[in-house]
């Protein structure tokens, strides 16, 4: 049974009048519907909070990704002297920040292909695998084309960032990066 007294609701779980619940009861009036609505509420406060963390979250990332497009590329950044990459050997690097770690690989004798090391999915480093021809990521089995940096396994779906290259006097240079969706 459910009455109301002013704002309160009065309610026995039993369903008897609160004049007849027992002593200890009236010391903790917890109302069972309004605990329920209590919960309700907070339970709503909660998903709004949680969606609004979520919305904010998305804006910092885009925010970020967008700042990141728009900053300047440094201009020729020296990676390595070509005579001293192998075949198939690869060089980390930093480009265009200090903190954007990249792969130099070298494909053959007159090819090398660079590469943001971040991985597309969720940001874990790859590996060169160059005797497989591409970089593995070994977050979640991903796999990118070696020579694209296309996906070709794994969850990724968008391309690793692609470094421009350019040789001169025998010196590999970064000139800047290409931020690809397909
Ligand atoms: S982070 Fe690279 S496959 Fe998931």
């Known amino acids: ?10 309610a026995g779980p039993d369903g008897r009048p609160l004049a007849e619940q027992p002593p200890w009861r009236r010391d903790f009036p917890v109302d069972t519907a309004e605990e329920n609505y209590v919960a309700r509420r907070d339970f709503t406060k909660f998903l709004v909070l949680t969606s609004a ?53 070298r494909v053959d004798e007159t090819n090398f ?12 480093a790859v590996i060169p695998q160059p005797e497989q021809k591409r970089f593995f990521c070994p977050c979640h089995d991903g796999s990118f084309d070696l020579e694209t940096g296309r996906p070709i396994a794994g969850p990724p779906q968008r391309p ?8 001169r006097d025998g010196v590999v240079y970064a000139t800047g990066i290409e931020l690809r969706t397909l």
Request: hydrophobic share 45%; charged share 15%; glycine share 10%.
């Open 1 to 10: 049974m459910t009455g109301r007294t002013g704002d309160r609701i009065a």
């Open 113 to 124: 292909v660079a590469f943001s090391q971040e991985c597309t999915h969720l940001s874990c």
């Open 53 to 105: 963390a979520f919305v904010t979250g998305q804006f910092a990332i885009l925010f970020g990704e967008l700042s990141r497009r728009n900053r300047p590329a440094p201009g020729a950044v020296a990676i390595v002297s070509a005579a001293n990459l192998p075949v198939g050997g690869a060089k980390a690097f930093a480009y265009p920040g200090e903190h954007d770690t990249c792969l130099l690989v």
């Open 160 to 167: 690793l960032p692609r470094v421009n290259l350019e040789i």
